[in-house]
């Protein structure tokens, strides 16, 4: 693992670029985050591959028992497009060191990182058969994987549609477990007492960082009263200064959507919003003639049954609402079939704290966003799945507990 981990960054510069071609994401993240993530990730569960224990029982009886961690077989790990090499070694990373054998299937829009992965694999030593790569289609090569009787496990991360569908095949076949990291619609709920400059540019990141393309975008935005006029001036003008374009240039903040159909789903979404009644703030529309650009768009008097706040859009749109106290915030933030992320932004540590506790979701970012860490155990609530990535729990999910009970003396 830690040789594989080292011809992932040798060959960094290769694999960014392969990632920038297929999703459409910025050259330098893929290059400078997203790749040596993948790498790092390794080498954090490389560690801890040869920690792994079970522990001995005190039993009620004269017996003794001890309790094995075992590798809880072939496991399927399904990605989707939008982080190829992150989300690659999220599920990849834990399974190895749990000493799992695995397939992957990697998205059919963006499978060339993976392949280039199994490729370094085979050179740093992993021994054919312990880590393959199926490209593919999801109801054909996906559902291959999620109905097979000889796979044990699934680690799945994409649409709750596809969730869903992963849980039947799971159920239907040979009762694998499944972990699923879903969608989601998380808010960034901005108080009164926040500093306007640093709340803006949280938000601007939370929603258009990879072109929006990102399962935590914080793309509900309620801010409170006092500060919301600031607040959406100051949004306003920093979302129209966003450079957007060739995702290779440096100065660009974010490229084109993943594809055509991604693309139109999103101009869709922004179409709806309009009919329903929201205001469109600013941006909206397609840049340009060529490739799927698309503005930062932002919406204001938006109301939580509108599509636009309901959906997951999976794009640079953001809709932004207005709160008065406390507890409305909190149950307008709880207001989702999703639970993945929310931030907060607030001077009050007893705001902070209280916030954190009441809203359902799985990560919670104080002043922050995006803190994703591999030490961090990250999964959703609700409809956003269950089964934790990252830290010590993603390990687990890859071990089984065996229990083994032997007399202490004949009797
Ligand atoms: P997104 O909405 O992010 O495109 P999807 O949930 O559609 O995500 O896809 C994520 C991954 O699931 C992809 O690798 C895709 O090929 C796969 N997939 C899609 N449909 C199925 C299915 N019916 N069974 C198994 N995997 C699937």
């Not at 920690?51 to 399927?76: D, F, Q």
């Not at 050179?123 to 054919?128: R, S, T």
């Not at 100065?251 to 709806?272: A, C, N």
Request: hydrophobic fraction near 40%; include cysteine.
């Amino acid at each position: 693992m830690m040789k594989f981990a080292d011809l992932i960054n040798q060959n960094s510069e290769e694999l960014a670029t392969l990632d920038t071609l297929d999703a459409g994401k910025l050259f330098s993240e893929a290059k400078y985050v997203d790749v040596p993530a993948g790498a790092e990730l390794l080498r954090y569960y490389a560690g801890a591959a040869d920690k792994i224990h079970g522990e001995v029982l005190k039993m009620s009886r004269p017996l003794h028992a001890y309790t094995l961690l075992e590798p809880i077989g072939v496991v399927g790990h399904i990605i989707p497009w939008n982080f190829p090499s992150s989300l690659f070694f999220t599920k990849v990373s834990p399974a190895l060191a749990a000493g799992c054998t695995m397939v992957v299937k990697p998205a059919e829009q963006t499978p060339l990182s993976a392949l280039y992965y199994a490729h370094l694999a085979k050179q740093a030593g992993i021994p054919d058969g312990v880590l393959n790569v199926v490209t593919g289609f999801g109801p054909t090569a996906g559902a291959a994987i999620s109905h097979h009787m000889d796979i044990e496990m699934v680690s799945f991360t994409g649409s709750a549609e596809v969730g869903r569908e992963i849980m039947k095949a799971a159920a239907s076949s040979n009762l694998k477990p499944v972990s699923l990291e879903l969608g989601g619609k998380s808010p960034l709920i901005i108080f009164d007492d926040a500093d306007v400059d640093i709340a803006s540019d949280l938000a601007l990141l939370g929603f258009t960082c990879n072109k929006g393309e990102v399962c935590v975008a914080s793309t509900r935005l309620y801010v409170q009263e006092g500060v919301y006029d600031e607040f959406v001036k100051k949004l306003a003008e920093k979302a129209k200064a966003l450079v957007v374009g060739d995702p290779f240039d440096p100065q660009v903040r974010y490229g084109p959507q993943v594809d055509k159909t991604q693309f139109e789903k999103i101009l869709s979404y922004i179409e709806h919003g309009k009919k329903e009644g929201a205001t469109l703030l600013s941006g909206g529309k397609r840049i340009g003639e060529k490739g799927y650009y698309i503005e930062p768009t932002i919406f204001t008097n938006v109301k939580e049954d509108m599509l636009i706040v309901k959906d997951e859009i999976f794009g640079p749109v953001v809709g932004l609402m207005k709160f008065k106290t406390i507890e409305e915030a909190i149950q307008r933030a709880n207001a989702t079939r999703y639970g993945l992320a929310a931030g907060i932004v607030t001077k009050d540590l007893n705001v902070a704290n209280t916030v954190s506790r009441s809203v359902r979701a799985g990560s919670i970012w104080i002043n922050c966003y995006f803190a994703i860490d591999q030490d961090c155990p990250f999964g959703g609530y609700k409809m956003s799945g269950f089964g934790k990535d990252f830290g010590l729990d993603a390990l687990h999910k890859y071990l089984q507990v065996k229990s083994v009970v032997t007399p202490l003396y004949n009797s």
